[in-house]
C-alpha cells in the first residue's frame, strides 16, 4: 500500500457477480507477468447482485485491489470517472468487467506505452456474440460521431484503452456531467495510437446497454462534442423558407391555368401543417437536449457520491478535481471507511 504502483486499471461494475472473479483471476495474472507493481479499482455502480460481497472478499484477499462503493447507481461513464479520479499509478487502464475486452492486450498496450505514446486505445475488429443489429448500430453511431464532430474519435473503439498519466490529470479537470469518455480522451490530444482486437462473448450475465441506454448515450457523444444538430436547424429552415417562395408564384399559376378548384380544400393545408409541425418539434427536442445539459452543468451537483470503500485512502483525491467545494471526510479507524461528506475539494494550484 505504500509503494505507489505504476499501473492502475479500473473496472466499472453493475450487476456483474458472475464475472468478478474470472476478471481479477485474469488480471493478477496478466499483470504479474510485468514484475512491476499495479492495483486493479473497481467501481460499484450501485450493484443489486452479489457483486459488492464478492470485491469486498477480494479486497480482503489482496490489498491491490481497491474498492469504490456508489451511494447509488449513477452511471457507466461516471463509474469509469470514479476510477480515474482515485487511480494512482503512472498508466491508467480502462477495461469493462464482462471480460468481453481481453486483458492480456493490456500488456502490448504497456509496450506501446513505454514506446512513448500517451493514449493507446483498443480498435474492435471483430464482435463476437453480438447481434446484427447491436453490431450494424454500433458501426453506423462511431462513423456518424466520426463526420459530425470536430475531435477525432477513433472508429470502433470503446473505453477499452490506456492512458498515461499526463492524459489522466488534464481528464480529472474536465467534470461535464454528461460524459463520453472515449471523446474525451480524444479531444486531450497527445501521441495516441491504437492497438487491435476481436471482442469475446460475455463471460456471464447480460448487457448493460439496452437500446434505451445506447440511444442516450449517443445523445451524450453528439452534444458533448458537436453543435451539428444545432446547424442543421438552419439548414432546414433555409430549404423550407426557398421552397415556400417558389411555391407561391407556382402556385398562383397553376390556379390561373387549372382553375380556383386547383389544391384548394383543407387536406392540403393540414398536410402542410403537420409537416411543418413535425420539423418544429423535432428541433425543439434537439434545442432542448443542449438546454437540459447547460442546466446539469447550472447545477454543478457531484458527479458521484462513494458510500464506502476498501484498501483505498479517499483523502488522496486530486485536489485539481473541479467538482463542487467540499471535502471528504473519512474515519481512518474503520476498514470501509464511510463518507461523512458527500464533497470534494477543488481548489485547485
Known amino acids: 500500500m505504500t509503494d505507489r504502483p505504476i499501473y492502475s486499471i479500473v473496472a466499472p461494475v453493475y450487476n456483474e457477480e458472475g464475472n468478478i472473479q474470472p476478471l481479477y483471476d485474469r488480471i493478477r495474472e496478466v499483470m504479474d507477468t510485468t514484475g512491476e507493481p499495479w492495483e486493479l479499482i473497481l467501481v460499484n455502480d450501485g450493484s443489486r447482485d452479489q457483486s459488492l460481497a464478492l470485491m469486498e472478499a477480494l479486497a480482503e484477499q489482496d490489498e491491490r485491489v481497491r474498492v469504490i462503493n456508489f451511494a447509488r447507481n449513477f452511471g457507466h461513464q461516471t463509474a469509469v470517472t470514479a476510477g480515474i479520479d482515485f487511480a494512482s499509478g503512472k498508466a491508467v ?9 481481453p486483458p492480456a492486450m493490456i500488456l502490448e ?92 462473448e460475455r463471460h456471464s450475465g447480460v448487457t448493460k446497454y ?44 397553376l390556379r390561373i391555368a387549372v382553375g380556383p378548384g386547383f389544391l384548394g380544400g383543407q387536406a392540403t393545408t393540414i398536410v402542410l401543417l403537420l409537416l411543418l409541425s413535425s420539423f418544429q418539434l423535432f428541433f425543439l427536442f434537439i434545442l432542448g437536449q443542449y438546454v437540459a445539459r447547460i442546466y446539469d452543468e447550472a447545477r454543478n451537483r457531484p458527479l458521484y457520491v462513494i458510500a464506502s470503500t476498501r484498501n483505498l485512502d479517499v483523502e488522496s483525491v486530486p485536489a485539481q478535481l473541479s467538482a463542487p467545494p467540499a471535502r471528504i471526510s473519512v474515519p481512518h479507524s474503520a476498514p470501509s471507511a464511510r463518507i461523512e461528506k458527500a464533497e470534494v475539494d477543488v481548489q485547485g494550484e
Open 109 to 200: 498496450m504497456i509496450e506501446r506505452w513505454k514506446a512513448g505514446y500517451e493514449v493507446v486505445y483498443a480498435v474492435r475488429e471483430q464482435r463476437k456474440g453480438e447481434s446484427r443489429f447491436k453490431v450494424l448500430s454500433a458501426k453506423l453511431f462511431y462513423r456518424i460521431i466520426y463526420r459530425i464532430t470536430d475531435v477525432d474519435i477513433p472508429l470502433d473503439t470503446g473505453d477499452f484503452r490506456l492512458m498515461d498519466e499526463k492524459v489522466v490529470a488534464v481528464l480529472r479537470q474536465m467534470r461535464e456531467h454528461n460524459r463520453f469518455i472515449r471523446g474525451m480522451t480524444s479531444w486531450v490530444g497527445f501521441r495516441q495510437t491504437p492497438v487491435y482486437y476481436i471482442r469475446e
Open 93 to 101: 487502464v480502462l477495461i469493462d468487467a464482462d471480460l468481453q475486452d
Open 210 to 253: 439496452p437500446l434505451s441506454k445506447m440511444v442516450r448515450f449517443a445523445l451524450d457523444a453528439i452534444t458533448g462534442f458537436s453543435y451539428f444538430p444545432l446547424q442543421v436547424m438552419v439548414y432546414v429552415s433555409v430549404v423550407l423558407g426557398v421552397l415556400a417562395l417558389l411555391a407561391i408564384p407556382v402556385v398562383a399559376v
